[in-house]
């Protein structure tokens, strides 16, 4: 496995780690705010969490340590994550999110969100909350994409709205199509129109990361990572 780090929008990538059996630790997350302290406060995160993700362990373990680092070390700004584990077989992705919007799973039977529950509280509560782990099953055929608000969100309609916006639109380019192509045609046709408030293209925020089940390439084009 590749690994490779981007400024911007929180994404990690760290090292495989054979002798736990684990592939690859996938890490997306989110800093309110803008500006220097934005920036300063998800390169801590983000140092912090390659720490925590070689401590090994599972999603949610890396998850916890996270949450006790920004609870103790923060700078009492909102931070969300999602961090996920892909098995050395590919065949299942582990995770668990801290106030961070669902992976979109696209498979040969359509496109949706991996979890319907409500999502977890955000990190550096003054009370460490119960996070919750899922699990998605890589089936041959089948498409994971991690993303941020900035992708989804939009002054002129409801979160809801982007949410299905996104789903309808990976259903459409995220089956059978060859990894690269298919995540920029994904971001062209998602920032379609007015510019978002929130970048997308290398900015603070609007990342995504995108995962095919029997595919080993960690690298893409437009400002994305696929894993």
Known sequence: ANTEYHNGGMRLCPDARPDDGLFDVLVIGDVAG??????????????ALRAHALMGGTALDILR???EFHRHFGEGELVTLLV???????SRFRYVS???????????GGAAFASDHGANPPLGLPQPP?????????????????YTDGLIERRDESLDSGLERLRSTGEKVLNGTALNDAI????ERMIDGPRPADD????????????????????????????
């Not at 934005?38 to 390169?43: Q, T």
């Not at 996920?84 to 590919?90: F, I, K």
């Open 34 to 47: 803008h500006g220097l302290p934005a920036a300063s406060l998800m390169g801590k995160m983000r140092n």
């Open 184 to 187: 920029t045609d994904l971001l």
């Open 130 to 146: 119960s996070f919750v782990e899922e699990e998605v099953a890589m089936l041959p055929g089948t498409s994971v994409l991690l």
């Open 200 to 227: 997308v293209f290398g900015g603070d925020d609007g990342d995504a990361i995108f995962g095919e089940s029997g595919d080993d390439t960690l690298r893409g084009d437009a400002g994305v990572d696929l894993v």
């Open 65 to 67: 340590r996270a949450d």
């Open 98 to 108: 801290a106030g961070h919007p669902p992976p979109l799973v696209v498979g040969p």
């Open 84 to 90: 996920g584990v892909l098995t050395g077989d590919l």
